[in-house]
């Protein structure tokens, strides 16, 4: 009876979290948003209104649909819904046509699709070890995930101001981690090919979720020296994976394979033709390199090395979205990225083969592999950075190594958010968010470990406490300068650069600790 009285304790406080976030997203549905509600407004109408074969050349607007299909039939659906609160959002032509039932139904509709990742979150709770038995359970490992997961700043602002569908397509991501966890392979295996075909950007996680499934569950013994046992390789194990991957492809495009459609989706999903940057540059090592080339630039300019009439004007601080030339540096290639990615994950996946730590070495992995394609990738967006750091959140109450790399990563990362919302009544409100994550995150991971090292040095305390000048800076002093006419991009450039620096440190501090952790023998060793 004290185990269920636990366990409904458990239910209680959890459910608080949850209704309390939940409340949080309902006040923010007057905030501020994006072009992207114009672009799945966009996709309601499309999808509701044209036959299936017009979906991935419908172009009136020039949001056009570039998702896979299982998000497309995820507008449908929600299409069917909208038509009883405004249909003339349903109206192709209608184009940033917002009325009041408009921005209500989507922003609740963002809200009601997060059920899922609730309860994924509540799911990884149930895979974190609470060797921990603390007393208070403010200090248990669980709440602790639980807040930094369901009240991450990243996913609220994104997701609640901004506007996306972010939530429940995460809440996929951690389901199949957690069912990954719990050995149920099979079902880990299907929700993340179930998520491929809603968001193809998790692409850049399938390399662990491929080892990880070949190591751990068709081959099914290890020798005593943790090393693989090959006899014990599953045919069955393999044709159950290959059927699930084939199913869920083949329910997602056959319809379009059938069309003679396939290259057409795939245009749209891969388009190659935008630049190595968003317009706003990504904290990655592209913002570096660009900033690199910038400097040299003018440098160059000043002794007299460059020709200026032969200097593209402004190319890539425009603030637009388009291919450009480095003016000193080499100009980086898709094919150069790719090849950027590929060699920087392998390490990771590497170690996930040769020295298999379960559940945690997996997760060590996705986040290397997210963070390595979000350090090299091409045109990706500063969005990206949340890939890693909700599955590194799982990580950071379990170790105190992993939870000082959590803290880096998930404040520069959040940080570099900020550029999204410009508009002033959102100042208040980020800020706000961003302090009360920032402050939970640090207090509850300090009291956790606090009977270890610190989780910070203090090299690593003085760059984060720099980003409160920067924001000062970014967000008060330079609007009042004469330069805001000259250089608007300033701001933009400053925190790109300064969050890249922590997002690559932190990105070298996991690897190291990744590739010179001891090997474990307590494997499965039959």
Not at 290 to 303: E, H, P, R, V, W
Not at 429 to 438: G, R
């Amino acid at each position: 009876s004290a185990g269920r009285a636990m366990a409904a304790g458990g239910r209680s406080w959890f459910r608080a979290l949850a209704l309390g976030v939940s409340f949080l997203k309902c006040l923010l549905i007057p905030a501020y948003y994006s072009t992207d509600f114009e672009v799945h407004r966009n996709w309601l109408a499309i999808t509701h209104n044209l036959p299936l074969s017009q979906w991935y050349y419908e172009a009136t607007s020039e949001w056009t649909l570039d998702y896979p299909p299982f998000f497309a039939w995820f507008e449908y659906a929600l299409s069917h819904v909208a038509k009883y609160f405004d249909p003339k959002m349903l109206v192709i032509e209608n184009l940033n046509y917002t009325s009041r039932a408009t921005i209500f139904f989507q922003r609740f509709s963002v809200i009601f699709t997060d059920i899922l990742f609730i309860y994924a979150v509540r799911e990884c709770c149930r895979c974190v070890n609470g060797k921990r038995a603390a007393k208070d359970i403010l200090e248990k490992p669980t709440f602790i995930l639980a807040v930094l997961l369901l009240w991450n700043f990243g996913l609220l602002i994104v997701d609640h101001i901004h506007f996306q569908y972010n939530g429940f397509l995460f809440g996929l991501m951690l389901l199949s981690v957690a069912r990954l966890c719990q050995k149920r392979y099979l079902e880990g295996a299907l929700l993340f090919a179930v998520l491929l075909h809603f968001k193809h950007i998790y692409m850049y996680v399938a390399p662990a979720y491929g080892i990880y499934l070949l190591r751990s569950y068709c081959f099914t013994a290890n020798n005593a020296d943790g090393s693989l046992k090959w006899r014990s390789f599953s045919f069955l194990h393999v044709t159950l994976l290959g059927l699930i991957v084939c199913l869920v492809s083949a329910l997602s495009l056959g319809p379009f394979i059938v069309l003679g459609q396939l290259p057409q989706v795939i245009s749209r999903l891969f388009p190659f033709k935008r630049g190595l940057c968003h317009a706003y540059w990504a904290p990655n090592f592209w913002a570096l390199y660009n900033a690199m080339d910038k400097a040299l630039t003018i440098f160059g300019l000043k002794c007299n090395f460059l020709d200026p009439t032969k200097i593209p004007k402004a190319s890539m601080t425009g603030g637009l979205v388009q291919e450009f030339q480095h003016t000193v540096l080499p100009s980086v290639t898709p094919l150069a990225t790719l090849i950027c990615t590929f060699i920087s994950i392998l390490p990771s996946v590497f170690c996930l083969w040769f020295k298999p730590q379960g559940p945690r070495g997996f997760l060590q992995c996705l986040v290397l592999c997210a963070l390595s394609s979000f350090m090299f990738g091409w045109h990706v967006h500063e969005k990206a950075i949340l890939l890693a750091i909700l599955p590194l959140s799982l990580l950071s109450v379990q170790r105190a190594k992993d939870a000082g790399i959590y803290l880096i990563l998930t404040t520069t990362g959040h940080f570099s958010l900020f550029p999204l919302l410009f508009t002033p009544p959102e100042l208040p409100i980020k800020i706000l968010l961003m302090l009360l994550f920032t402050v939970y995150s640090f207090s509850s991971l300090k009291s956790l470990f606090r009977r270890e090292r610190p989780l910070l040095n203090w090299l690593e305390t003085i760059y984060l406490a720099q980003l409160v000048p920067l924001e000062i800076f970014c967000e008060i002093i330079f609007p009042l300068t004469p330069w805001k006419g000259h250089f608007p991009f300033v701001p933009l450039l400053l925190t790109s650069v300064y969050c890249a620096l922590g997002v690559a440190y932190a990105w070298l501090k996991l690897y190291v600790s990744v590739l010179t952790e001891r090997i474990s023998v307590r494997q499965k060793a039959e």
